[in-house]
């Protein structure tokens, strides 16, 4: 069960950022995303396709159909720098993106 | 506060053994399944294992099935990976997470590094 990101996405502060994750009949399973800065531990901002962990601000957001899933960042800061995962499960297997490098600049 | 911690890791020749466990707290641990996920230096995320809440259904990756053992205390709130015939690809941090409701991986332990090397 492969899923597929850009390996980089760059944006301009204030701007919106896309990250894709594509995968075969992805959009008949749930997609997750995490975030990832450096040396700390992924931590989940989309879940359920759609849904944001308490916490998680509204600038970020996402959707799944089809082949793929995207995650929308709407007025990128700074701090959103950072690495991005998808996720999602396949019967009794998980699949990981291999990650989107989102730099802010 | 959720809070899972790792511990067990550390330098292992190719071919030996380590177990890790996870400590978890803050939460009703016997009500939730709980996965391990590893990261090799430098790359991305990859599932290596699955355990329900009773500690009835358990998956793998291919990666490691054969040689990797998942397993949980309820009574002792812990998680543990056996791993066996090691390899130096397995080397990576090995982060103890927690599933919620949703399918997601809601809550990820700081990590604990297996470095296997001669």
């Known amino acids: 069960f492969e899923l597929t990101q850009p390996p980089s996405v760059s944006v301009s502060p204030g701007q919106t950022a896309s990250i894709t994750c594509a995968g075969d009949?992805?959009?008949?399973?749930?997609a997750c995303w995490y975030q990832q800065k450096p040396g700390q531990s992924p931590v989940l901002v989309i879940y359920?396709?759609?849904k944001r962990p308490s916490g998680i601000p509204e600038r970020f957001s996402g959707s799944n159909s089809g082949n793929t899933a995207t995650l929308t960042i709407s007025g990128t800061q700074a701090m959103d720098e950072a690495d991005y995962y998808c996720q999602a499960w396949d019967s009794s297997y998980v699949g990981f993106g291999g990650g989107t490098k989102l730099t802010v600049l | 506060e959720v809070q899972l911690v790792e511990s067990g890791g550390g330098l292992v020749q190719p071919g030996g053994s380590l177990r890790l466990s996870c400590a978890a707290s803050g939460f009703t641990f016997s009500s939730f399944e709980m996965n391990w996920v590893r990261q090799a230096p430098g790359k991305g995320l990859e599932w290596v294992s699955y355990?329900?809440?009773?500690?009835?259904?358990?998956y793998y990756a291919d990666s490691v099935k054969g040689r990797f053992t998942i397993s949980r205390d309820n009574a002792k709130n812990s998680l543990d990976l056996q791993m066996n015939s090691l390899r130096v690809e397995d080397t990576a941090t090995y982060y103890c997470?927690?599933?919620?409701?949703?399918?997601?991986?809601?809550?990820w332990g700081q990590g604990i590094l297996v470095t296997v090397s001669s």
């Open positions: 355990i329900s809440s009773s500690g009835g259904i358990i």
């Open positions: 009949k992805l959009g008949d399973k749930y």
């Open positions: 359920e396709d759609n």
């Open positions: 997470v927690r599933q919620g409701d949703t399918e997601a991986f809601d809550y």
